[in-house]
């Protein structure tokens, strides 16, 4: 099953815009992660913000947590062509003793960087 | 140095017969995952295994789907009696020993593209 859900599931935007990806979860969490998929194939992760952390930087991504809400936001900044890819919010639960660490990902905001 | 690997890349089979996906993960990785993403959704957790064993076998949705990873390096997911339905990319990650503590970062392989006709 998903836990996660993005929004918008579909974004087109301009080269040099910013774009906004926003994810909502529903259960309690360890971590939160975003990951980049390029044509229906494997996913390249992006950046990882623990379930303490409000806020991330890694170059032109910014990612904020609200544990409050169960949300998360991802914000690309100056994007270019090379950003058009389907991006993934991701969270594995609090460490309980027993299981695995699985993912469980949304289905997905599809970007679309028109040069 | 070398990523996760998976072969084949694309698989088109017929209904009710038998697959093996092989993943390769990387070296000194001892945590290997195996998703199934189908078209339009994200990936859906199947098997989790830490070293050798299958730590965590819940997502696999029935008994025709099987993982082994004997050496607690390459494992292979197989499939028995395969039905359209199992049409998917089956992705493979894995990760370094994961402590609560620390994150859960997971290294994604290309995939297997499965088409059952």
């Known amino acids: 099953s998903q836990q996660g859900e993005e929004d918008p599931q579909a974004l087109s935007i301009q080269e040099g815009e910013n774009a906004t990806m926003n994810c909502s979860y529903k259960t309690s969490i360890n971590n939160l992660q975003w990951y980049r998929q390029n044509s229906g194939r494997g996913l390249v992760h992006l950046i990882l913000?623990?379930?303490?952390?409000r806020e991330k930087h890694s170059g032109r991504l910014r990612v904020t947590l609200d544990t409050s809400k169960k949300s998360s936001s991802l914000l690309i900044t100056a994007s270019r062509a090379a950003d058009t890819a389907s991006y993934f919010c991701?969270?594995?639960?609090?460490?309980?003793?027993?299981?695995?660490?699985?993912?469980?990902f949304g289905k997905g905001t599809k970007l679309s960087v028109i040069p | 140095g070398a990523g996760v690997s998976q072969t084949p890349s694309n698989k088109v089979t017929e209904k009710g017969k038998y697959v093996e996906l092989r993943c390769d993960p990387i070296?000194?990785?001892?945590?290997l995952y195996w998703y199934r993403q189908s078209l339009g959704q994200g990936p859906e957790f199947l098997i989790y295994?830490?070293?050798?064993?299958?730590?965590?076998d819940s997502g696999l949705p029935n008994d025709r789907f099987f993982a082994v990873r004997p050496e607690g390096s390459v494992s292979t997911l197989k499939i028995q009696r395969t039905e359209r339905g199992d049409s998917a990319v089956y992705l493979c990650?894995?990760?370094?020993?994961?402590?609560?503590?620390?994150?859960?970062?997971?290294?994604f392989g290309p995939g297997t593209r499965l088409t059952v006709l």
């Open positions: 990650a894995s990760s370094p020993y994961f402590s609560p503590t620390s994150g859960n970062e997971q290294f």
């Open positions: 991701a969270t594995d639960a609090p460490y309980s003793g027993a299981g695995s660490y699985q993912l469980t």
């Open positions: 295994f830490q070293g050798t064993g299958a730590a965590d």
């Open positions: 070296s000194g990785h001892t945590a």
């Open positions: 913000i623990r379930s303490n952390e």
